[in-house]
């Protein structure tokens, strides 16, 4: 009961498509091909088809990755995610909807998708690696110049680990104090803090000024780094002005010289992706370790 196990050539696939999907997204400037990434769908479709001839398992991944894809083209329209995100999150409900028996550990995963263990550890890793990389390791002093409300910032972080400490006590005072409950809260509490008290100084160092000339489709602009005056001048000028550079906007915006705030320097999600279903395979989903 509660085992779901997948072949070696379906996992060795998977982790291919996830490494090229990394690699775009670290050597060419966070752009994924759209021909790669529409061949890789179609070969997340093919591997449904051949991998799953239950159709009730069949079923189930083709319902898992039509709802990843709908919420995830609702982030992409708000501009959180790029689209070559969604297709990849799409392309792993595909190739592996439930989630295996881990390859290091013998726990019952009880088939949760398999993209949930993906998020969960894709959101740690990216979460931990976004704070090291740019505090240590990025300067941008044009923007950081643009900077605002650092002692705001401050007072919430101290709130927020303040109430993961408050949590922790409230826990042990019913439950006893778990190890594994505390454990689980301290690698929650203490990234985020951090996190939350430097997070207008980690946007700002991945945000470059650019004419709107150079936009592309799918750009995100951070229209939270501009001020009132940029931000009212080009919401007036611009129908459809916001998060997301959509194909009429950039064409709209083509001879447009006030420059604007781009995440250029925005950090590789497919590469944390890619350590995510690597460690989704080998661990399984890591929340059932703190709650079994």
Known sequence: MYVYSIGIA???????????????????????PNKFVYFSVVIGIIATLAYYPDVYIMGVSALIAAIIGSLGYIIYRKGILGAGDVFEFILISLFIPLQPMPLLVNMPQFYLPFILSVFVVTGYVSFISIAFYYLLFVRNPEMERRMEGGRKSAIISSAFLTMYVLLIYVMGR???????????????????????AYEKLINARM??????????????????????EESNYFTKHYKGFGRLATHALVKDMKHEKKKLPVYRNAPPLALFMFAGVILALLFGNVLLFFLL
């Not at 982790?15 to 752009?31: E, Q, S």
């Not at 439950?175 to 996190?195: C, E, Q, T, W």
Request: net charge positive; no cysteine; aromatic share 6%.
């Open 174 to 196: 019913i439950n006893g104090f778990s190890s594994s409950a505390v454990l689980l809260i301290a690698l929650v509490a203490i990234p985020s803090s951090i996190v939350l």
């Open 10 to 32: 379906r996992m060795l696939i998977l982790l291919a498509l996830a490494l090229a999907y990394a690699i775009f997204d670290v050597f060419n400037k966070r752009n994924v």
């Open 207 to 228: 945000v470059a000024m650019i004419i709107p000339g150079k936009l592309e489709d799918g750009d995100m602009i951070a229209v939270n780094m501009m001020n009132r």
